[in-house]
């Protein structure tokens, strides 16, 4: 799944979790990022400050579901990710023996581990992480340009705990 299919799949409680970890963590960003929409919807920022954080975060969520923020999207949700939910990256490429900075930074990717490892280690994150949270990450790893795992790839497309249907939060 792209940025933003990730964005329309996220429930309304989910996105503003992400919202909400942006504002504590980033301010900057976050304002900027909805800043950034409001201009690109041709709207005055301030039309976007002024809403309710709970009507503007639901704004937000479905301005970011939408093919031409794919890259806000996907910008957000790498930082949402790396930070409110760094134990779980490092979780998965420990499980799978890859080396890292301790915070899930990698200088490069190896080849892609046996099926057998990789399965384990995604049912692993399922059993100890919330679920949009591991769909989220998973999705977002396999989508990078460095990543030739196509076993890990295929997982991602088939696995309905990692792309379910639309209508599943």
Request: proline content about 8%; overall charge negative; glycine content about 4%.
């Amino acid at each position: 799944m792209t940025s933003h299919e990730l964005f329309a799949r996220l429930s309304p409680e989910d996105a503003a979790e992400v919202f909400a970890w942006l504002h504590e963590n980033d301010r900057a960003a976050y304002k900027t990022t909805a800043g950034l929409l409001a201009t690109r919807r041709k709207l005055r920022p301030v039309f976007v400050e002024r809403k309710p954080r709970e009507e503007r975060h639901a704004w937000m969520k479905d301005a970011l579901a939408r093919p031409a923020n794919s890259d806000l999207a996907a910008e957000i949700l790498q930082a949402w990710t790396m930070g409110a939910n760094g134990q779980m990256v490092c979780s998965f490429l420990d499980s799978l023996k890859i080396p890292h900075d301790g915070k899930g930074l990698l200088e490069s990717l190896p080849p892609e581990p046996p099926a057998a490892d990789v399965n384990r280690a995604v049912d692993g994150l399922f059993s100890q992480f919330p679920a949009n949270a591991v769909r989220v990450y998973l999705n977002l790893f396999t989508s990078m340009e460095m990543t030739e795992w196509p076993g890990l790839r295929t997982l991602v497309s088939s696995d309905s705990r990692l792309c379910p249907n639309p209508q599943t939060p």
